[in-house]
């Protein structure tokens, strides 16, 4: 039989996704497809820049500090950087303790990675995550806050993990090789 919320359960399913769908600013749309675009690179083993390296990183610790200026609205300032901060060393203490993925460096600019499903997924995952937290506090505004302080500290968790590549990209480079004429 279902659920009946208001007028049969499809039509309120219906209804509700294209609200939520509706009032989703488009510039959440762009991360998505961004995500998306960088998860698909990921897929196969390819040599990438370091500048390839940076760019999860400097995605995911711009989304994390919005969400930490944002949480700041409610709590404090100092509080919300405060909580962003260890979020991102827990992230970081994880990668360090997990260690980066196989790579070769084919010399001090590029180095190849092994592709793998593992970052599309994590990243749709965080994403679908953060939207459903946006979603709820939208419908429920009374719980905003604390929809914001998950939101900070996942993704300042995940700044925190994609920022142990960043460190990898430039801490992890070889010295120049000698070349035998």
């Given at each position: 039989?279902?659920?009946?919320?208001?007028?049969?359960?499809?039509?309120?399913?219906?209804?509700?996704?294209?609200?939520?769908?509706?009032?989703?600013?488009?510039?959440?749309?762009?991360?998505?497809?961004?995500?998306?675009?960088?998860?698909?690179?990921?897929?196969r083993t390819r040599a990438t820049s370091i500048?390839?390296?940076?760019?999860?990183?400097?995605?995911?610790?711009?989304?994390?500090?919005?969400?930490?200026?944002?949480?700041?609205?409610?709590?404090?300032?100092?509080?919300?950087?405060?909580?962003?901060?260890?979020?991102?060393?827990?992230?970081?203490?994880?990668?360090?303790?997990?260690?980066?993925?196989?790579?070769?460096?084919?010399?001090?600019?590029?180095?190849?990675?092994?592709?793998?499903?593992?970052?599309?997924?994590?990243?749709?995952?965080?994403?679908?995550?953060?939207?459903?937290?946006?979603?709820?506090?939208?419908?429920?505004?009374?719980?905003?806050?604390?929809?914001?302080?998950?939101?900070?500290?996942?993704?300042?968790?995940?700044?925190?993990?994609?920022?142990?590549?960043?460190?990898?990209?430039?801490?992890?480079?070889?010295?120049?090789?000698?070349?035998?004429?």
């Amino acid at each position: 039989m279902g659920i009946v919320l208001w007028g049969g359960p499809m039509q309120s399913i219906l209804i509700y996704i294209r609200i939520v769908i509706s009032h989703t600013p488009v510039w959440a749309w762009l991360v998505l497809a961004l995500l998306c675009l960088l998860g698909i690179r990921r897929l196969r083993t390819r040599a990438t820049s370091i500048w390839g390296l940076v760019a999860t990183p400097a995605i995911f610790l711009s989304w994390s500090f919005v969400g930490a200026i944002r949480f700041g609205q409610a709590l404090g300032l100092g509080v919300a950087l405060a909580c962003w901060a260890a979020c991102i060393a827990v992230g970081l203490l994880s990668f360090r303790l997990v260690g980066p993925p196989p790579s070769t460096w084919l010399d001090e600019h590029r180095v190849v990675r092994p592709g793998s499903i593992g970052p599309l997924s994590v990243y749709l995952v965080i994403f679908g995550v953060r939207y459903g937290l946006e979603v709820w506090a939208g419908f429920f505004p009374e719980r905003a806050t604390l929809a914001a302080a998950l939101a900070l500290v996942l993704s300042g968790f995940m700044a925190g993990r994609t920022t142990g590549d960043l460190r990898f990209a430039v801490l992890g480079r070889p010295a120049p090789l000698a070349t035998s004429s």
